[in-house]
């Protein structure tokens, strides 16, 4: 749609000199004035300082400080104050990209502007705040708000938020598809439902015509049998009937014609045949039987009738989709000075912690601090159990496993994903519920693990990086031309391992291309591997006994820790960018842990 200036003066006269107020259209054409000043309104802005004149000029700069627009002479008496020099000055073009982001500058409950920061509560305040709400706040807590947004488009925060934001519209995505898809299935149920009572009516009708002609075929058969019989005894009776009516034919004939003797002889004569006619009619009467033809309907026939009340039962049945969303945390350290400055020499380590792993003698191979801060360590080389600690280093318990635990990654709070090396599998484990776990069978030793955006990335020998869904599906290989690998750490966009032979640390993208090779002669035998915000690299040192930090890009480190801190074969390293703390295997049978400043 292409947006064209309206003068809305000019649609005015035009809707006064063409329309005349009785006709039905003027109301329409009043619309059409209102529209076209809205849009005028809306394409044009004015200059703030020119309008408090009541003069009304167009702006040409936006002042993101004041929040108003200025016209090009407002603007230049507006940079020549030296209050207002530092102000930022944007044109009216890049201001209508942002006009629609509503973004509150001034405070809430005291309506001044948000001109400080509080570090200790995270929070934008006004002057007024600070006596009332943060008597106990120290000076160096609260700081200008312009020290504190310094580099915001280069923080973690806005960094975090573009990944929330692309996470959630996959999110939103995916659960638009599973809708559409139950969508899809519902509409196939009704028909596949519907096929299924026209196919159970027409089977039923099949089988009671299949019943109904049996049923009269024993019909036809039992009543051409009663017919039968009755049809021999009434000709047999017939037949006596003619026999007789002869004999009395004869007894007439005989009174008539025949003599006394003649008489005498023939009365007892026909008397026998008589007697025996009578003795045949009384036998066959004795044993005649008397047939009638009934019916009795199948009581499951009857009660269908009587006791059916309905065809069948439509049931809707409800489950709880089980849908798995991308994990959205957005952190709410806004402020790159209270996260790690992307120049790797303003890192620091404060020790919160040290203890020692129960039962081991041996650099443990594997750690993760969860979001509840429940510790899991593996120990690999020692003792072969995967155990849980609080962060207080109190042993809560071992969780059970088949084989010796390698390396570890989180799932999610209640979840991990284990490897056992050379076993040749790993293992999704609930750590609140070790009876639900899931076993993943690998071609080769499976050493380094890592968890992202719902797929396993695992380091398995003589195949490279291999990357599975949750179901233990494998959907990618990334070959890796290196030898040795036996640690993985990934972020949203790369991979990053460390080669134990050739003393390097790789970084490459998720489609296996090499974004940077490092190798220092700091770092000897590196094996552990973990990333920070701002992607840089921190890594242990197993002979050189150090933790070294690597900037982002690979053209600068720093040793961070080494022997002089107690460092011995350190070979586990892991750090929690929530709550920037480092689970680190300090040495054999002991963990660290510290605190990023």
């Not at 009304?56 to 929040?67: G, I, V």
Request: hydrophobic share 30%; net charge neutral.
């Amino acid at each position: 749609m292409w947006l064209v200036p309206v003068d809305a003066h000019n649609v005015r006269l035009t809707i006064e000199t063409k329309v005349g107020k009785d006709n039905r259209q003027f109301y329409r054409c009043c619309c059409l004035y209102s529209r076209a000043r809205n849009m005028a309104t809306k394409l044009t802005i004015s200059c703030g300082p020119c309008g408090y004149d009541d003069v009304t000029k167009n702006a040409k700069k936006w002042c993101t400080d004041c929040e108003e627009g200025f016209c090009g002479e407002c603007e230049k008496y507006h940079k020549s104050m030296k209050v207002l020099r530092d102000h930022k000055m944007i044109s009216i073009e890049d201001y209508r990209q942002i006009q629609d982001i509503s973004v509150n500058m001034n405070c809430e409950m005291h309506g001044k502007k948000l001109d400080l920061y509080c570090k200790k509560h995270d929070i934008a305040v006004c002057v007024v705040c600070i006596p009332s709400e943060h008597k106990a706040c120290s000076s160096s807590d609260v700081i200008s708000i312009d020290e504190a947004s310094k580099n915001a488009k280069q923080s973690s925060a806005l960094l975090d938020l573009e990944g929330t934001i692309s996470t959630t519209i996959e999110n939103v995505k995916h659960c638009i598809k599973d809708r559409e898809i139950a969508l899809a299935n519902v509409d196939q149920d009704e028909q596949t439902i519907r096929k299924t009572i026209t196919d159970t009516r027409k089977n039923l009708n099949e089988y009671l015509d299949k019943l109904e002609r049996k049923l009269l075929l024993d019909l036809k058969s039992k009543h051409e049998n009663c017919k039968s019989k009755m049809m021999k005894i009434l000709n047999q009776l017939k037949q006596m009937e003619k026999e007789v009516e002869k004999l009395k034919d004869q007894t007439l004939q005989m009174k008539r014609f025949a003599s006394d003797l003649q008489v005498f002889l023939g009365t007892r004569q026909l008397y026998q045949s008589v007697s025996r006619q009578v003795e045949w009619l009384k036998e066959e009467i004795r044993v005649c039987s008397k047939s009638k033809i009934e019916i009795e309907i199948h009581h499951m026939i009857c009660s269908l009738m009587k006791e059916v009340k309905q065809y069948g039962e439509i049931k809707v049945i409800e489950t709880i989709t089980n849908l798995q969303l991308k994990d959205a945390k957005i952190d709410q350290a806004q402020i790159q000075i209270h996260g790690f400055s992307q120049n790797i020499h303003n890192v620091d380590m404060q020790l919160k912690q040290k203890f020692d792993i129960k039962g081991s003698e041996k650099p443990i191979t594997g750690c993760i601090v969860l979001p509840d801060d429940r510790i899991i360590i593996a120990d690999y080389n020692g003792c072969g159990k995967l155990m849980e600690y609080n962060n207080n280093g109190k042993h809560i318990r071992d969780i059970p496993v088949s084989d010796k635990p390698h390396s570890l990654t989180i799932v999610d709070t209640d979840c991990i994903a284990v490897t056992y090396g050379s076993s040749e599998y790993l293992e999704i484990i609930n750590t609140k519920n070790y009876s639900e776990r899931k076993k993943v069978k690998c071609k080769k030793y499976c050493w380094g693990i890592s968890y992202q955006d719902q797929k396993l990335y695992v380091v398995v020998l003589q195949q490279g990086i291999v990357v599975m869904d949750l179901n233990g599906k494998t959907l990618d290989t990334i070959e890796i031309d290196v030898p040795i690998v036996y640690n993985i750490t990934t972020t949203r966009d790369n991979i990053y391992y460390t080669d134990l032979g050739n003393n390097t640390v790789h970084c490459c993208s998720m489609t296996g291309q090499d974004i940077l090779v490092f190798k220092d002669q700091s770092i000897s035998n590196p094996r552990g591997i973990s990333v920070d915000h701002n992607q840089n690299v921190f890594v242990v040192g197993q002979t050189s006994n150090n933790l070294t930090v690597i900037q982002h890009d690979g053209k600068d480190s720093k040793v961070i820790l080494t022997d002089r801190d107690g460092l011995q074969s350190p070979s586990a390293v892991h750090y929690n960018k929530e709550k920037k703390i480092f689970c680190l295997g300090f040495k054999g049978g002991s963990v660290a842990l510290y605190q990023l400043s």
